[in-house]
């Protein structure tokens, strides 16, 4: 054959793609403001979570009854609470139980949803209908709501909350990754593998599972920001994590009942402190979202 | 406002950069032409040439991230570019109109077709009744029969051609002094392109628009317009009267363009088509000398160096400094036949396939698919499936290889043996045997995985392969298809479509199959990447001995390639027969239609035989002979009430017709003489009989 | 619709599951660890617990069909008196906050989508979009310390006095409503603009440009009737959420909702109570989406005409 047949050319190769999809990803998230903005906050809190005890100017458990309800000073930067404990020190180290609770659910349902939306999505038939059915009905209580009927019933635990928000989360993932699932179904590199005689396994988590990742991944990142919502609010309604922990949440449940006479601090700052988390989480998930549809 | 200016369309100088990853990319290089008053003027170019920006930017719809650099735009004399908004506005309402590819997104799905045309009434003053009036002449302008019940429906229930007309209509309603039609019959079947093409053609004589008509498709640009340009990476290369562009090419890249397309009488056994080799430059890409110059066996240091002019030819343009010697080019594709070919018709038969059908079931109606499908396939020879859409031809792909599972009753045979019809239940032996190469390879190929995992991934599996053995046979596997190692590292998006498309021939090849059915393999991609494509199938072919199922709708593709040749319409084989004589004729009239529709380079046909009316759903197929609604030499009632057999005219040529065979080629030696109906196009624009 | 009937029917079943089964010993639960033996039998039976489940669950919902939904634990009273008083409180917050925020949330997707990937669209957005993530409590009490106690413009609690009439009840659900606006609101936006970028890119626009049509006309009679048609579905599925998801404002402000209701049921263990309760809210989220679907169909051609075809 000719010479010039070999496509010997540099522009052969897609000049603008040379770093491929999860390279371009990464390259489009380094530039991402919401992204970094995001993903700062929610280092930050996580630091807190790991170092923080080791920082705090009080000990975020000891009470000094005969100097509760303190306002912010500079003794006390956010003042103290009815047992007369430094809010500040509670918030540093507040993150510690909602950032394993929330994260671990997260990947509960992630692991569960992607099973359950592969199965679903690739085999479709009665299978499908079955499954579909069951998650529509179980998606019609709202996730707090279900997971309050569960833990009355089973009692509360970190647990048994991971448990609970992994399971509630999962029929919206197994949602996403199924009709993603369906979509790729229909694409021919499936026929091919049929071709091959692989087997359902090997097209299901080789063939098909990394074209859907990146929306499992964005699915992902915002379920962890509901999960922190969840989390919070059943902490907040007495049905999360427990006393003694320094939960925002839970301060703000013990605390809330003060705001009327005033004492603003005992909740002001648990509340930010939740919704910078909450909102830098879904920074990132915003980034990660752009990062893989752009 | 007076139309002084003579011409209806000026671009001067234009260039329009688009925006992407924080650097302006340039689409369109310094764009010079012009349209007279009256004038139909092509503009043809390979895919990425920059011929949809042309048309984007003279309506200033670019996308949001394109600009236009510099240069300006004159319609009747007036710079686009300096309209402000409310004159912008008029101009689109009163001046240009523009029709493109995809009518059934063109048109909003959720409004009534009557709304949206009485709405360009409505813009010109008129209201109620009035408008109603004009959009229903305006509907019968176009030729839809049923002006009123159109009015009444929405885009989703027309079939595509009539989404097309439907849009035409729109676009002529306000009487627009230029018309730009961008592919206005891309992915429309053969018979329906046909027919929107003759309406143009006509519609043009009872107008005074100038046309723009961009087409990636020289032929039917040949068959529509006085004037062309040719676009070669954002740039004009050549311009003149079609016939003599395309007759008389003054630039390498014309002559080419026009030479990778397989003309009438080539054969995969007479010899290769000719390729142009490397790369169109990426968009943005910073072009020294000519842009043609790193393609071109003409070029010499000065083509690399100094931008050739637009020389002058005398009332035509090429921009090369050896425009002279442009026709001299070289084969870039040697056209000799390395390996000879097995002697038609002598090989015994590797696949048989017998009284195939397939019934999908669906929404309470059954839609016969593929309806009593018989054929053979000979070693080492192609198959060529011919058809519009709905005509079943991938579902019988789909049937053989397994993915769909067919009727009761069916057989198929795989070298004398019984194979099962359902792909689970085949030998890996049976599996490997049949392999496909499919339409998309951006669909066929996982974009996950690296080129090497693709292909070690079927050599193992197919061939059963493990570690030297298989790195041996990688290479070689990659060299067969003309790849290199470099392929090998990247993921399939880093390539371009017919690189793809060689990696999925390798991958089919993986398995030294018996057959490989190719379904449209060369349907996404430029005619001079289909050339290469073409001729390594060629070459595949003959080294492997292989059968190929073709498919495709692309006449000259599938004449180019195929042994024998099945028509398929509405999941029957209406004709079936070897290559040629399916060509030469007597033909069905179904294939004399198809063979008229398609517009060729080489045919300046007077007499075209147009069919009337839409392809019929498959679900819902006539009674009788199937073609009967749309069949120009329908004989009478026995074509309502019985379907003909495929009678075997001639050794192994079948007409499924109630006419004889001796009757058909009567009629078909008489040619034009009398067909039921035929139109003869519009005489030559007046602007080039002065010339 | 048989669709919604079998959805229906397994939620019954996971009711049930987690309000009958999941407890085990209902009777050991309710009493607690220290009761005695005898007494927390002697409670099992008189409630019918220790009936095989199937049949349990048969007399449960074939009476919660005919009305008779059970007998609270906690108070000794038909359980439906509770849950129909409670849901139509719920219904006048969810509407209170839904008049305020689909056409809030709608102008701000439209006008997003107006202006894409210009800073505000990115404010609208992103400030929705982060706004929904904010659990309700977090919202609400900062909207009481600024609203209702530092600014003292609203009442904190929406407990009216009996005899309130329309405004004034208005007047007391605006605060509670304020969370669940800014918790919607996000959703709603987004989902419009999306919506309303498709329709803006898409081919049927450019035609309705191209045909001269004024700016005005193409969004109005072109763009906003295929933005909107998703939005549809969310905003019917949001309904039924709100009413559901109004725990945490019902708890905060002491209103009298279904949401407040499922609480003090689940704090009191009073499964009777608690089942009802979850059953009704998924209900009218079932029943909401069925709505969404219908009106959605019945708006799209595409889908209202495919019928006739």
Known sequence: ?294 | MTDIAANALQLDNLSVAYRVGRRDRAVLRDLSFTIARGEAYGLVGESGCGKSTVALSVVRYLPRNGKVASGTISLDGQDVMRLGPEALRRTRAERVAMVYQDPGKALNPSIRIGRQLTEVFELGGLSGQAATDRALAMLNRVRISDPAGVMQRYPHQLSGGMQQRVAIAMALAKDPSTLILDEPTTGLDATVEAEVLDLIAELRRGLSASILFISHNLAVVSRMCDRVGVLYAGILVEEGPTDVVFNDPRHPYTVALLRCLPRGDQRKDQGRLDTIPGYLPSIGATIKGCAFAERCALATDLCHTTPPPLHDLGGRLARCHYHERAQELPRATPARVEFAMPPAGQSEAVLRVDGLNKTYHGHGHALRAVKDLSLDLRRGQTLGLVGESGSGKTTFARLLLGLVSPDQGGHIELDGKALAPRLGDRTDAEIKALQIVFQNPDSALNRSHSIRHLLSRALKRLAGLRGRQLQDRLDELVRSVRLTERHLVVKPRQLSGGLKQRVAIARAFAGDPRIVVCDEPTSALDVSVQAAILNLLADLQSKQDASYIFISHDLAVVRYLSDRIAVLYLGRIMELGPSEEVFAGPHHPYTEALLSAAPSLDRRENTRIRLDGEIPSAANPPGGCVFHTRCPRKVGAICETTEPPLAEAQDGHGIRCHIPYAELARLQRAGAARPARETSLPAAHPALAER | MGLSLISLFLLSVMVFIGGQVLPGNVGRAILGPLADQQAVDVLNESLGLNRPLLVQYGSWIWNFIQGDMGTSYVFRAPVSGFIVDALGNSLKLALVAFLMVVPVGILGGVVAALNVDRPLDRIISIGGLSMTVLPEFVTGIVLVLILGIWLGWLPISAAWPSDAGFFTQLYYLILPALPLFLSLFGYIARMTRSGMVEALDSDYTRTAVLKGLPWRTVVWRHVLRNALLPTITVVATQAGYLIGGLVVIETLFRYQGIGSLVYTAASGKDFPMLQAGVLTIGIVYTVATLVADILYSLLNPRIRLRADQ
């Not at chain 1, 371009?24 to 700062?40: I, M, Y």
């Not at chain 1, 930050?44 to 509760?68: E, K, M, R, V």
């Open chain 1, 1 to 294: 054959m000719s010479a010039i047949e070999h496509p010997a050319s540099t522009t052969a190769l897609d000049t603008t793609a040379p770093r491929g999809a999860w390279g371009d990803t990464l390259h489009s998230l380094s530039r991402s403001g919401t992204f970094l903005v995001g993903s700062t906050i929610v280092l930050f809190w996580i630091a807190c979570a790991i170092f923080g005890q080791h920082f705090t100017p009080y000990d975020p458990l000891a009470s000094d009854i005969l100097n509760s309800l303190a306002p912010p000073s500079g003794e006390h930067w956010f003042g103290t609470d009815q047992l007369g404990r430094d809010v500040f020190s509670r918030v540093i180290v507040g993150s510690r139980d909602i950032l394993t609770v929330a994260p671990l659910a997260t990947l509960l349902a992630t692991i569960a949803g992607t099973t359950l939306g592969l199965l679903t999505g690739y085999f479709r038939g009665i299978l499908d209908e079955i499954v579909s059915r069951f998650l529509e009905a179980f998606m019609a209580i709202p996730v707090v709501i279900k997971a309050l009927l569960i833990i009355v019933a089973i009692g509360t635990s970190k647990l048994t909350v991971i448990i609970v928000i992994g399971i509630a989360f999962t029929p919206i993932i197994a949602r996403t990754v199924r009709s993603a699932v369906l979509a790729e179904r229909e694409l021919d590199y499936v026929a091919a593998a049929q071709l091959r005689h692989e087997s359902a396994f090997h097209t299901m988590f080789v063939e098909i599972l990394p074209n859907v990742l990146p929306p499992i991944l964005v699915e992902t990142t915002v379920r962890l920001g509901y999960a922190i919502f969840a989390v919070a609010t059943l902490s907040f309604l007495g049905f999360g994590i427990q006393p003694p922990s320094p939960d925002w949440a839970l301060s703000i449940s013990t605390n809330y009942g003060l705001i009327g006479g005033g004492y603003w601090w005992t909740v002001l700052f648990d509340g930010f402190a939740i919704a910078s988390v909450v909102v830098g989480v879904n920074l990132v998930a915003d980034g990660v979202h752009g990062a893989f549809n752009d």
